[in-house]
């Protein structure tokens, strides 16, 4: 935050409600798909307990998993653009001005880039490709934030409590826009 709020345009630095902005995406935006990521890994994990056991026999694994995670849960859902100029992708005509929509989670489990995308696999090669924080202009400011938190979490949890468990269904949050979950009850 520091950094964005001594940033000055042609001399000047930001107008406050810009800068007010900024503080409140990076407070709440990175919490809610954090929290979401974190959650919906030990999903997974339950989900696939041979992934889990790779990683408490080998926590060397969960920076990458930590990736894999947010390919999989893949915590927003969509986003909007609006095309800056005209443009072909796969012989669809996208002309400037054109909205379009982003999915995530199709990005995520696109066969194309990742191999088996419908499987969870914590030690996956091309976890990295992953596109939970977006890309290029529109890359998220806390991408490496988010991500160590997730792998911290992990490495402390997993470390102290390798036999957690789900023992409830999630209860989703109803949003078309985060796939967040607000509630998940785990044995330790």
């Not at 940033?7 to 407070?27: K, N, R």
């Not at 066969?111 to 529109?138: C, I, P, S, T, Y």
């Not at 979490?153 to 036999?163: H, K, M, Q, S, V």
């Amino acid at each position: 935050m520091s950094v964005v709020a001594n940033t000055e345009v042609e001399g000047e630095g930001l107008p406050q409600e810009l800068l007010d902005g900024f503080m409140i995406l990076m407070v709440i935006a990175g919490n809610e798909t954090t929290r979401n990521t974190m959650t919906g890994g030990l999903i997974a994990l339950h989900q696939n307990p041979e992934e889990k056991q790779k990683l408490i026999n080998n926590p060397s694994l969960i920076s990458n998993a930590a990736d894999e995670m947010l390919r999989w849960v893949s915590s927003v859902i969509y986003m909007r653009r609006t095309a800056a100029e005209d443009t072909e992708i796969r012989g669809q005509k996208i002309n400037k001005g054109d909205k379009l929509i982003l999915w995530y989670g199709a990005a995520n489990r696109d066969e194309e880039v990742f191999e088996d995308a419908h499987v969870f696999r914590v030690d996956r090669e091309d976890a990295k490709k992953h596109l939970a924080f977006g890309a290029g202009q529109h890359l998220c400011l806390g991408n490496r934030l988010g991500k160590l938190q997730i792998q911290i979490l992990y490495e402390e949890l997993l470390g102290r409590y390798p036999d957690i468990e789900v023992i409830s269904e999630p209860t989703r949050i109803p949003s078309n826009f985060l796939d967040g979950i607000s509630n998940l009850r785990v044995r330790i």
